[in-house]
């Protein structure tokens, strides 16, 4: 049962344009929405998070934007930059389940120079 | 430099053998997970462990599967028999929870398994 869903399952830029994710979400006790990046060969790890309580965090070329009545959130990366291409997982989870993190599916990200 | 650490970073074996992974997780963490990770299925649950207690393996094969914290320093993973579909890539995650506070889960590099 996949409760988050991603799209698309890849996704091919220009450097210096906006890479753009999005994920889905159907149960609404998620409250804490972290995107993940991951690198060939290594761990995803931590790369922005939200809580519902905003509707957008920036953090340098990175922002989430979040859309709780749609159950909708998304990554934009701008000015992508070849060094960005790797798979991005975003993920959710609920306060009462401490820091269990469902996955959606993944986004490769290829940046062409 | 703290980080999650796993082993074996690779192992091939033949269906029908014992394949045990190891854990290691960054000291003073309470939580420990491990997840699956295929092409087919992204990044898969499969065992929750808090305060060494497992809280959650509804993602895991009961029948060959079986998740271990014997110590605080130490989540095992084992697969017996493992099968061919049990190729994938397993990683181990580790973070801090408090109460209904959500903080960052730490990856390791994972451990890849093919069965042949």
């Known amino acids: 049962q996949q409760q988050v869903k991603q799209s698309p399952q890849s996704l091919i830029v220009q450097k210096g344009g906006i890479s753009i994710i999005n994920c889905a979400y159907e149960n609404t006790a998620f409250d804490y929405f972290p995107w993940y990046q991951q690198f060939p060969g290594k761990g995803p790890a931590l790369l922005i998070a939200?809580?519902?309580?905003?509707s957008e965090k920036k953090e340098g070329r990175f922002t989430i934007s979040f859309n709780k009545s749609a159950k909708q959130f998304s990554l934009h990366i701008m000015d992508s930059q070849p060094g960005d291409s790797a798979t991005y997982f975003c993920?959710?989870?609920?306060?009462?389940?401490?820091?269990?993190?469902?996955f959606g599916g993944g986004t490769r990200l290829m940046v062409k120079p | 430099d703290a980080r999650v650490t796993q082993t074996p970073r690779h192992k091939v074996t033949e269906m029908g053998q014992e394949v045990t992974m190891r854990c290691q997780p960054i000291l003073g963490h309470n939580t420990v997970f491990w997840y699956r990770q295929t092409m087919m299925q992204g990044l898969e649950l499969l065992a929750y462990f808090r305060n060494r207690a497992p809280l959650d393996d509804s993602g895991m094969p009961k029948d060959r599967f079986s998740a271990e914290m014997p110590d605080a320093t130490l989540a095992t993973l084992k697969i017996q028999p493992s099968e061919p579909r049990d190729s994938a890539v397993y990683f181990c995650?580790?973070?801090?929870?408090?109460?209904?506070?959500?903080?960052?889960?730490?990856f390791g590099e994972g451990s890849r398994l093919t069965v042949l």
């Open positions: 995650a580790s973070g801090w929870a408090s109460g209904g506070n959500t903080g960052e889960l730490f």
């Open positions: 939200i809580r519902p309580d905003v």
């Open positions: 993920a959710a989870s609920m306060g009462n389940a401490g820091n269990m993190l469902t």
